[in-house]
């Protein structure tokens, strides 16, 4: 295994059990699926977004100490933006067409402006990955993360507000270990932060509690809504958990059959959902629903899922790949 460590080695065997389970739809009747834009990208890629120019981002790299991968899609090719110096990125956020940010690993926080990038300090300890980072705008942003090693950092937490990126205590009861994942808002004001041991964060615009309210799990790897009366928490490592959160409280959405899910996307009320093993979903109407992949993905990770209107991209690779491989991803397209 790679630097993950052996966190990902407990989760690959326990994915193992489900690649049987794993279905790249197709067939009559099935609904409309993705289609792929590249399968074979060197670099895995873990995240993208939109931009209101109709531009996606897409991020990700050679993750375990090496290189940043930055793509740019038009609508119509693949464009490599050059990363000098970066580590790999996990998470881009898009709070303006020229005001996007990645972060990733080494503690690591970039401004993408559509062109370049330039590296912004934002106090991170070198040990730890951010694994999310979301913001309401360029002065407002949140990056999380942790570390799979037992000597790197854990809880992490930075905020940017009033031009100074700050830590973020953890609040009482959080273990020690807990590492997170992903954060999203509908607002400065609302902000969702999700992670190990199940653990669920709210931020209320002045403290950062933990919300008891929802349901175990073993870990929450996205969180991402539609607005603050429609927000999604995804993970699982033997089977999926799906939590959906009203404005009043959580409830344990029923995702049988699903893959364990690592990505979650939320746009007018419909949910788009992937994770192990090329598995895709949408969810609508109180109901799961698998949408056809490509075979060629039918053995990876589905990481990331962007929204933009009708248009939606996949992002993934082989996460788990084996010690000495390098790394490839995959864009999908519905």
């Known amino acids: 295994m790679k630097t993950l460590g052996s966190a990902a080695a407990v989760i690959r065997t326990i994915l193992a059990a489900w690649a049987a389970l794993a279905g790249c739809g197709g067939g009559s009747g099935s609904p409309p699926g993705f289609h792929a834009l590249a399968t074979e990208?060197?670099?895995?890629?873990?995240?993208?977004?939109?931009?209101?120019?109709?531009?996606?981002?897409?991020?990700g790299g050679q993750i375990g100490g090496g290189g940043a991968l930055l793509l740019r899609w038009d609508g119509r090719a693949l464009a490599t933006v050059p990363t000098p110096g970066a580590h790999a990125f996990w998470w881009v956020t898009?709070?303006?067409?020229?005001?996007?940010?990645?972060?990733?690993?080494?503690?690591?926080?970039?401004?993408?402006?559509?062109?370049?990038?330039?590296a912004v300090?934002?106090?991170a300890p070198a040990t730890a990955t951010l694994f999310g980072v979301w913001g309401s705008g360029a002065g407002d942003l949140?990056?999380?993360?942790?570390?799979?090693s037992t000597t790197g950092a854990k809880r992490v937490i930075r905020h940017l507000s009033g031009g100074q990126w700050t830590a973020v205590d953890s609040p009482a009861g959080v273990p020690a270990e807990t590492t997170y994942f992903k954060v999203w808002g509908s607002g400065p004001g609302d902000v969702w932060i999700v992670g190990d041991g199940g653990v669920v964060l709210?931020?209320?615009?002045?403290?950062?509690?933990?919300?008891?309210?929802?349901?175990?799990?073993?870990?929450?790897?996205?969180?991402?809504?539609?607005?603050?009366?429609?927000v999604w928490a995804v993970g699982g490592t033997a089977s999926a958990e799906v939590r959906a959160f009203d404005g009043a409280g959580w409830r344990v959405f029923d995702a049988t059959g699903a893959q364990p899910l690592?990505?979650?996307?939320?746009?007018?009320?419909?949910?788009?959902?992937?994770?192990?093993?090329?598995?895709?979903?949408?969810?609508?109407?109180?109901?799961?629903?698998?949408?056809?992949?490509?075979?060629?993905?039918?053995?990876?990770?589905?990481?990331?899922?962007?929204?933009?209107?009708?248009?939606?991209?996949?992002?993934?690779?082989?996460?788990?790949?084996?010690?000495g491989d390098a790394y490839h991803g995959f864009v999908l397209e519905l």
């Not at 349901?215 to 969180?223: E, I, K, P, S, Y």
């Open 262 to 323: 690592e990505g979650v996307a939320c746009a007018g009320g419909d949910v788009l959902v992937g994770g192990a093993f090329g598995y895709a979903a949408r969810i609508a109407g109180g109901r799961i629903t698998p949408l056809p992949t490509p075979a060629a993905v039918g053995d990876l990770f589905i990481h990331g899922i962007a929204r933009a209107g009708a248009h939606a991209l996949a992002v993934g690779g082989d996460l788990l790949a084996g010690a």
């Open 142 to 148: 949140w990056a999380v993360g942790g570390s799979f």
């Open 94 to 118: 898009a709070p303006g067409p020229r005001d996007l940010f990645l972060a990733g690993e080494a503690g690591e926080v970039h401004h993408f402006d559509g062109e370049s990038l330039t």
């Open 41 to 59: 990208q060197s670099g895995i890629l873990l995240s993208a977004a939109y931009t209101a120019d109709g531009m996606a981002t897409i991020a």
């Open 202 to 230: 709210h931020w209320d615009g002045a403290a950062l509690s933990r919300d008891t309210r929802v349901a175990g799990a073993d870990r929450f790897l996205t969180v991402h809504g539609c607005d603050d009366r429609d």
């Open 121 to 123: 300090d934002a106090g």
